[in-house]
């Protein structure tokens, strides 16, 4: 019913740039919240960016703050993450999901899930 495939990832050194692509089939809304989460081996799952659909703001980890953009094509039911600055820190496999529900302004909660895709961040 809903599906969720991403690209875009691979390998880059420290300071490069990657785009990563989500794109979203099924039954979809506009006002759906898409998010980008990422998970590190021996890491918990971690919240990157989330673009809200109610009001098309967007949120950030303060870890990627002023170097990852999250934005959407509505056209094409696609979510882009801009990955600029990478830190070896940022290597993980990202993974987006919709739709996502904010609760406590602290978690958020997402029904689906893509497959991830790998990124890696060279030294």
């Known amino acids: 019913q809903v599906q969720l495939v991403e690209s875009g990832g691979g390998l880059v050194q420290a300071g490069g740039s990657l785009r990563l692509s989500c794109v979203r089939s099924?039954?979809?809304?506009?006002?759906?919240?898409m998010a980008w989460f990422r998970q590190d081996l021996g890491k918990g799952r971690e919240f990157v960016a989330a673009?809200?659909?109610?009001?098309?703001?967007?949120d950030y980890a303060d870890s990627v703050k002023g170097r990852f953009a999250i934005s959407r094509n509505s056209a094409k039911n696609t979510v882009y993450l801009q990955m600029n600055i990478l830190k070896p820190e940022d290597t993980a496999v990202y993974s987006c999901?919709?739709?996502?529900?904010?609760?406590?302004?602290?978690?958020?909660?997402?029904?689906?899930w893509g497959q991830g895709t790998q990124v890696t961040v060279s030294s």
């Open positions: 999901a919709a739709p996502c529900t904010v609760i406590a302004d602290i978690q958020i909660v997402c029904d689906y």
């Open positions: 099924g039954r979809t809304f506009s006002s759906d919240t």
């Open positions: 673009f809200n659909g109610s009001d098309n703001t967007t």
